[in-house]
């Protein structure tokens, strides 16, 4: 399946918006929409830390980014597997320094066979293979725990010089019982503590940004 860049907008969207919430109430997020990027030549030249989104194509990648930016920047889609370039915002939180946030192209969809799943595979070695400092988190749907696809992507994070984390989306589709029951089942899962969070709820978002900011810290040496 051939790539087609995302065509860019005539000018590029600079935003200065309030996080709401208990933990950001009267933090200002400016973000910026930077390039698509079908490969390492695409890829931006600064050399900022970043953050990398990876998850299903319906585990709402777009969705959460947008929520944590508090503006639609990152395009969504009603059909799963249409994104196959890496997306890269610059966002500066209150007088933290600025970071990409990266969009990477979803993973387990049918809808492109194998050539879609050879298209993410160069993509994601290209990204990963770069030298800088950057964290990985790999987003899981909190209502589906141990999807064949989830676990091998977590494998391959977790082969890879770069600090990752799991967060579980879409929590506010689940019962009371459900998120308890759902999230010891990820933490046993992943052997690490899996925050869940709701990008339409605002639900997690306090805890999510923290681990953004600390992630390209403990990049390794």
């Known amino acids: 399946m051939a790539v087609k860049p995302a065509p860019e907008p005539a000018h590029k969207c600079l935003l200065a918006c309030v996080q709401r919430g208990p933990g950001f109430r009267n933090l200002k997020i400016s973000a910026e929409f930077v390039t698509s990027a079908a490969g390492a030549d695409g890829f931006p030249k600064d050399r900022l830390p970043e953050v990398a989104l990876v998850g299903r194509s319906n585990v709402g990648k777009s969705s959460l980014l947008n929520a944590l930016m508090r503006q639609s920047l990152a395009r969504t889609s009603a059909a799963p597997g249409k994104t196959r370039l890496a997306n890269f915002f610059r966002v500066q939180r209150g007088a933290a320094p600025a970071l990409f946030l990266v969009d990477l192209p979803g993973y387990g969809y049918a809808r492109g066979g194998d050539a879609s799943a050879r298209e ?24 589906h725990p141990g999807l064949e696809s989830d676990m091998d992507a977590w494998q391959w994070l977790q082969s890879l010089p770069w600090p990752g984390a799991v967060i579980g989306t879409k929590v506010d589709k689940l019962t009371r019982a459900e998120r308890a029951r759902h999230g010891r089942k990820f933490e046993t899962l992943f052997d690490i503590p899996v925050p869940l969070v709701s990008a339409l709820t605002g639900e997690g978002l306090d805890e999510l940004w923290k681990m953004i900011a600390n992630l390209p810290k403990a990049t390794a040496a």
């Open 120 to 143: 993410f595979n160069q993509l994601a070695d290209a990204y990963v293979n770069r030298p800088g400092h950057r964290g990985l988190i790999l987003l899981v749907d909190s209502r």
